[in-house]
């Protein structure tokens, strides 16, 4: 067995890509020139993984612009490390244009690369060859003694002592490898079905209905849902997204001149949710002039004196009322410096005052009424997060247009720079997203919220959901969407809050969102082993985890000196594996400070130790 130092990355995604950049850029400082060898484990490409590998159809796009996505470190980061500025995509692909960077990508994707701006919603097709090149540039910067080696296929397993080095076993290789190191950078991971999820799937089955679970939208296999016919959706997110463009145009459907010219082969999709609504256009247009400082009101002090408290952490009580307050900041503080005329006061005395008014307080109120006449330029988070709250219409053709003109006011709004104040709410919830990467497992209401704001669809998606609404091919159903499963009629039916009394029945059940992740119902086989060997969970289903560094935490909250684990199984989940370019990255900071412990600990690691089987 080889004496040499070992790493063995299990999930070659973008986090497990920036993992590796660190590993790289804090060698020199920790390391050395030492021999180490790194293995890099996923049954998909290293760089793109599973959710952005080049196998996937072409309509698929991000949800953000070129030029606000990044696979590297800025000054904004903080982290212990050194910055190792590198290329934004739109950058990157300007690059690949001009002959200054070569990349292996088909036809398709090169021909998308000469017509990227920085405005412009890449594939991603397109993401997933900025990625292959990311995870290239990072192995070659590894120091001279640093070898990497791909393995294709699951982990299935790590096993061994907390003092000795670690076997991971891996699927199709008869042997295991011997890790001094594990870090788990897997991502989104599959997972059984609920009991609600098992009922569905049984009653279908009796009754030849069609029944898709929560899943991986790209994965999903969509030939079993029947063209021209009724198709129940539950799910208005991104996932939903996905499931309209592969249904509509990636079914021969096109658009033209604003209108959705159909195939034949589309289905009717009914789609509702609970909040009934999808969510918020991406905003349209880039930052310009001062930004906000944060954090302000909710920094690493207040969240520290939160979980220090005397109490149990709950997210309503403790967490809510600071980050509103942030997000106002936020939101006022641009308002007053870009928009001042539609501002009745000074902007320093209403930031003194507004900094010691309690969070949702009467006095609050009455400050920003005063200094803030129309009611368009207050921020109503409760209007934005549940805006079909209260809302009734007397049939389903009511609430058609009710949503239809929502949409339209939504991307309007979201496309004027005008309304600049919601950017700056955006940069408020990035902001909140990296503060409470530390918090733990706080469980999903942030998360559903923070989604909803700030991770909507581009603008084109929410214009062709308008064509298909226009068209009848899609058809919304409204908020506090429930679904029945009729055994005497063999059907499902689907019912809302919004109108209430009516319902729609249908013979297929599409359920347009990721799995929740689940230590318990995880498909994942290394982290059932985990689990079942003592790692600690929550009963969210969440892998607990050291906020410091990753460590994976034993049951008795002891943080495991040999693995580490990142991402959203995880309690440090922090918003994504890549970022905005100047926005602080929470996952860089994570993926720093685990590359720097494992070094650390490599380095002083005796030799003995690394020969112990």
Not at 327 to 337: K, M, N, S
Not at 594 to 606: G, K
């Amino acid at each position: 067995m080889s004496d040499i130092p070992t790493i063995v990355v299990i999930g070659g995604g973008p986090r497990g890509t920036g993992v590796i950049e660190r590993l790289a850029a804090n060698a020199a400082e920790l390391y050395g020139d030492r021999p180490l060898d790194i293995h890099v484990v996923d049954p998909y490409p290293p760089g793109g993984g599973r959710i952005w590998r080049q196998d996937q159809s072409p309509l698929l796009r991000m949800n953000s612009m070129a030029e606000d996505v990044t696979m590297f470190t800025d000054d904004t980061v903080e982290l212990d490390g050194p910055v190792r500025p590198g290329p934004a995509l739109d950058t990157w692909a300007a690059d690949v244009r001009e002959g200054r960077t070569a990349v292996a990508a088909g036809p398709g994707v090169l021909e998308e690369i000469r017509g990227l701006d920085g405005r412009s919603f890449p594939s991603r097709r397109l993401q997933s060859v900025y990625l292959r090149w990311v995870y290239e540039e990072a192995v070659a910067a590894l120091p001279p003694g640093t070898a990497v080696h791909e393995h294709t296929g699951h982990a299935l397993r790590v096993s061994g002592p907390r003092d000795g080095r670690q076997r991971v076993r891996i699927e199709g290789r008869a042997e295991p490898l011997a890790a001094d190191l594990v870090v788990l950078t897997m991502g989104h991971l599959d997972t059984e079905p609920d009991a609600e999820q098992r009922e569905l799937a049984a009653f279908a089955a009796r009754h030849g209905l069609v029944h898709l679970p929560p899943d991986f939208t790209a994965d999903t296999d969509l030939s079993a849902v029947p063209a021209g016919e009724a198709v129940l959706v539950r799910g208005f997110g991104l996932a939903f997204i996905d499931l309209m463009v592969l249904l509509t145009e990636g079914r021969g459907g096109r658009y033209e001149d604003g209108a959705y010219i159909p195939s034949g082969e589309e289905p009717v999709l009914y789609v509702g949710s609970r909040r009934g609504v999808p969510y918020h256009s991406k905003p349209g247009y880039s930052w310009q002039g001062e930004q906000p400082l944060l954090p302000r009101h909710f920094g690493a002090d207040q969240v520290a004196e939160i979980l220090n408290g005397p109490r149990p952490v709950d997210y309503r009580r403790d967490l809510w009322p600071l980050i509103s307050k942030e997000l106002g900041h936020a939101h006022y503080h641009r308002l007053f410096t870009a928009h001042p005329e539609r501002t009745a006061v000074a902007f320093g005395d209403f930031e003194e005052k507004y900094a010691v008014a309690e969070p949702g307080s009467p006095e609050l109120a009455a400050l920003v009424a005063s200094a803030v006449p129309d009611l368009a330029d207050r921020l109503d988070l409760d209007a934005l997060d549940r805006p079909l709250d209260g809302v009734r219409h007397s049939s389903y053709a009511s609430l058609q247009d009710g949503l239809r003109a929502y949409i339209t006011a939504d991307l309007e709004r979201r496309h004027d720079p005008a309304h600049s104040p919601d950017l700056a709410v955006f940069l408020g919830l990035l902001s909140v997203y990296g503060q409470l990467a530390g918090a733990g497992d706080i469980g999903t209401r942030w998360h559903g919220f923070f989604s909803h704001l700030a991770s909507g669809p581009p603008g084109p998606r929410l214009r062709q959901l308008l064509a298909l609404s226009r068209a009848g091919v899609v058809r919304f159903l409204g908020a506090g969407m429930t679904v029945e499963a009729d055994e005497e009629r063999g059907v499902f039916r689907a019912r809302s809050t919004t109108v209430p009394g009516a319902y729609t029945e249908a013979r297929a059940l599409v359920e347009a969102r990721l799995p929740d992740p689940s230590l318990r119902r995880t498909r994942s086989p290394l982290l059932s082993a985990l689990y079942e060997d003592g790692a600690a969970g929550t009963d969210t289903g969440l892998l607990s985890v050291d906020p410091a560094d990753g460590r994976i935490l034993d049951l008795d909250g002891s943080p495991h000196p040999r693995r580490f684990a990142l991402g959203p199984c995880t309690t440090a989940r922090s918003g994504g594996a890549f970022v905005r370019p100047r926005t602080g990255g929470p996952a860089f900071r994570q993926n720093d400070a685990t590359a720097r412990t494992a070094l650390a600990f490599l380095r002083d690691l005796p030799c003995r130790d690394r020969v112990t089987a």
